[in-house]
């Protein structure tokens, strides 16, 4: 049913590493509140194949009919119309977050290290969620990880493997702003 549902982003990167996650655990208890909290609303996991592992272990442990578990089971044309009918999408830095964009999608975009262009902290439809980071500016990936010497985002993610500024992104925060966008 067209906008009673959201879908949520739990993994990315197609299950390769990275340090662009928001802790799954947080996204478990996420999930859980909106579910307790709108007993009409469905949410929709979305994606790759690579990503369904982690998406498994916070979906597998959500008992819930009103959870759909589609990670590695959609296309990106399916994938696209689903975030277009949404009420919103939760996604990280990602392909999702910049198709939810295009779409003109409400996006609630999880931010860790890497940082929001000027084009998404300024479009009326994308609501950036970051906390600080405390990783040194000249040690992160930049636009082009890897080509001009710089470390690429899998070495990055092995250096730091629990991102400070993931873990400091509550739950409260985000659920907040699902409350506000759900409730426009």
């Given amino acids: ?10 993994s ?3 299950g390769q590493v990275t340090n662009k996650l928001w802790l799954p655990g947080n996204f478990s208890t996420l999930i ?4 307790l ?3 009409d ?3 929709v996991a979305l994606g790759d194949k690579g990503d369904s592992l982690r998406v498994n272990k916070v979906c597998d442990n959500i008992k819930s009919n009103r959870l759909l578990n589609l990670s590695g089971k959609t296309n990106i044309e399916e994938a696209k119309s689903l975030i277009y009918h949404c009420r919103f999408l939760i996604a990280h830095d990602s392909g999702l977050l910049h198709l939810g964009n295009a779409l003109k999608t409400n996006v609630i975009a999880i931010y860790g290290f890497s940082s929001p262009d000027y084009y998404i902290e300024n479009l009326p439809s994308c609501h950036v ?13 930049t636009i082009f990880p890897g080509v001009f010497g710089e470390m690429t985002e899998e ?17 409260g925060k985000v659920y907040d702003k699902c409350v506000e966008i759900y409730n426009e």
């Fill in 155 to 171: 070495a990055f993610a092995l250096s730091c493997p629990e991102p400070e500024c993931m873990k400091r992104i509550s739950v």
């Fill in 1 to 10: 049913e067209n906008n009673n549902y959201i879908c949520v982003q739990i």
């Fill in 41 to 43: 609303l469905k949410i």
């Fill in 129 to 141: 969620i970051k906390e600080k980071c405390d990783c040194d500016e000249s040690d992160k990936p």
């Fill in 37 to 39: 909290s709108y007993p």
């Fill in 32 to 35: 859980q509140k909106l579910l």
């Fill in 12 to 14: 990315a990167a197609n």
